[in-house]
């Protein structure tokens, strides 16, 4: 087991917008119940115990009253906002400062095939934080935000444009475990959409305390070692229905 030594904290002021009137800085921030290492937690960012999921259907208001039939229509409800995927090609890494990079996860802390092992070599401090965050048995349908572990210009003249160090990272635990233990794909799915909301409210609870996160970008999950058609996972983000303060668009990236 390595040492529980957090990642090295990034600077608070320099994620934050200038107008930001909040102090703490998260290393990383998780909505879900489980154990976070309370060492990396910023003492104002308590975990409120996460809402179970809600179903999509629960969102849209409830039905006309039928009392008159000849009443006129009431005005229809707006439908809600589902997210939006717009599909680029490049490497999912050659992005901006501040950019946000989403990938699937399996929950044993290992990060050691397909693009997982890039996310290793490239972010070691964000590998870190999620193998300590694994040792607390994060649930699948969950999801772990990790701040940069640089501020974009610390020690540098100018922030150069793809600096991995000013990137965030998304975790989605999309199955338990790998190899021929992953989950079923019906459970990978359900997990997929629990944990892509979990982390959306991640990041606008972040942006509500004044950081800044870019854009939100992902490879196309599952689709690997997982072994998911990526089509049945789209579908699934694309009936997430976006709350209010949510991002509404995640950009998908295909070498
Ligand atoms: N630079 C790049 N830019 C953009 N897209 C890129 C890319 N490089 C590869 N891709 C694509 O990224 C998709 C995902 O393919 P992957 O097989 O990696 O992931 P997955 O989501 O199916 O499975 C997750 C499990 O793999 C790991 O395993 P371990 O932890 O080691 O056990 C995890 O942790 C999980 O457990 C495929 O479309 C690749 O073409």
């Not at 401090?125 to 935000?145: D, E, F, I, V």
């Not at 940069?148 to 965030?168: E, L």
């Amino acid at each position: 087991m390595p040492s529980s030594t957090p990642p090295p904290n990034p600077s608070a002021n320099t994620h934050k917008r200038p107008n930001a009137t909040t102090s703490p800085t998260p290393t990383i921030k998780r909505t879900k119940t489980t154990t976070p290492p309370s060492d990396l937690k910023p003492s104002n960012m308590e975990e409120s115990p996460m809402p179970p999921p809600t179903p999509d259907n629960m969102d849209s208001a409830p039905a006309p009253s039928n009392e008159s039939t000849t009443a006129p229509a009431t005005t229809p409800s707006p439908s809600p906002t589902h997210l939006t995927l717009t599909y680029h090609q490049g490497s999912l890494f050659t992005a901006p400062p501040h950019t946000l990079l989403i990938h699937a996860c399996n929950t044993l802390g290992k990060w050691g095939a397909g693009i997982a092992l890039a996310f290793k070599h490239i972010y070691p401090s964000a590998y870190k934080t999620y193998y300590n965050h694994c040792a607390s048995k994060p649930a699948r349908g969950t999801a772990l935000l990790i701040a940069p572990s640089q501020p974009p210009g610390q020690g540098q003249a100018q922030v150069q444009d793809q600096d991995p160090g000013t990137h965030w990272i998304g975790c989605l635990f999309t199955s338990a475990k790998y190899g021929r233990n992953k989950d079923a794909e019906d459970v990978i799915l359900r997990s997929t959409g629990q944990a892509m909301r979990d982390l959306l409210r991640s990041i606008a609870e972040m942006e509500k305390d004044g950081f800044v996160v870019g854009t939100v970008r992902m490879c196309k999950i599952n689709s690997g070692k997982f072994g998911v058609e990526w089509e049945a996972t789209e579908q699934v983000l694309r009936e997430i229905v976006i709350e209010e303060g949510w991002r509404g668009e995640v950009e998908v990236w295909e070498p």
